[in-house]
């Protein structure tokens, strides 16, 4: 699986729109971009994931660029409550041979501010 | 709520003592894991069960011995643990055969070696 670089920290006002940004140079064609967050003393949350397409749920967006080589996951009011460390994995889909696998890097620590 | 359940939430034992920890998954998934997250580290993965077998051991000392007995219950079994054992460990459970499944994690189990 490729691997994924974040900045290891960011902060955020709370309201505003936190953009929080992946490099994946390595990207293979049939790997998906995933999105988990982990708030102290809980598991990781699973946020949103992606092929090419942009992607939006009701937590927030994923904006893959056209080359697939970055992403930016976008969450569009931050709160207090979202501070936590957000990770960005890239894994091949399931039917491709692979167990399912994540392979965890140490994320983005986003503290959002009042 | 994620659909994951593990128990304890935490659990403090001796190196010479056999405990078990539970995981369960009312999500209806084919797939479970392991992981285990160390102070300051990234998550590691250790097993995955893929419709109960077991398809990848992350090299896990013997003294990690995990059960699946269907695919709803995912057990760890540990004995003889050594201090560096001390950790949160996490279940997790995928549909897995379908494009881009996601992970589910429970809360963890806090586990201290005395």
Redesign the interface.
């Given at each position: 699986d490729a691997k994924t670089t974040q900045p290891p920290s960011m902060d955020c006002a709370e309201g505003r729109a936190a953009n929080l940004p992946c490099n994946h140079s390595t990207i293979s064609g049939n790997e998906y971009v995933y999105w988990y967050r982990q708030i102290h003393s809980q598991g990781p949350q699973y946020i949103i994931h992606g092929l090419k397409n942009n992607e939006t749920n009701e937590m927030a967006s994923l904006i893959i660029t056209e080359d697939r080589k970055s992403s930016t996951l976008i969450l569009p009011h931050a709160t207090l409550r979202d501070t936590a460390v957000y990770y960005c994995i890239v894994r091949v889909g399931p039917g491709s041979g692979n167990t399912g696998k994540l392979i965890f890097g140490q994320g983005t620590t986003l503290q959002v501010k009042p | 709520e994620?659909g994951?359940t593990?128990t304890p939430r935490h659990l403090v034992m001796g190196m010479t003592n056999k405990k078990s920890l539970k995981c369960e998954q009312h999500l209806g998934h084919n797939?479970m894991?392991w992981y285990k997250q160390s102070a300051k580290k990234?998550?590691?993965?250790m097993f995955?069960y893929?419709f109960k077998e077991q398809?990848?051991n992350n090299s896990v000392p013997s003294r990690f011995s995990p059960e699946c007995p269907n695919s709803s219950h995912l057990f760890l079994h540990l004995h003889t643990l050594q201090p560096e054992d001390s950790a949160l460990y996490?279940c997790?459970s995928?549909q897995?055969?379908?494009?881009?499944?996601?992970?589910?994690?429970?809360?963890?189990t806090r586990l201290s070696i005395l």
């Open positions: - | 994620t994951v593990q797939a894991y990234p998550l590691e993965l995955v893929n398809t990848e996490l997790a995928s897995e055969g379908g494009a881009g499944a996601p992970q589910h994690f429970g809360d963890g």
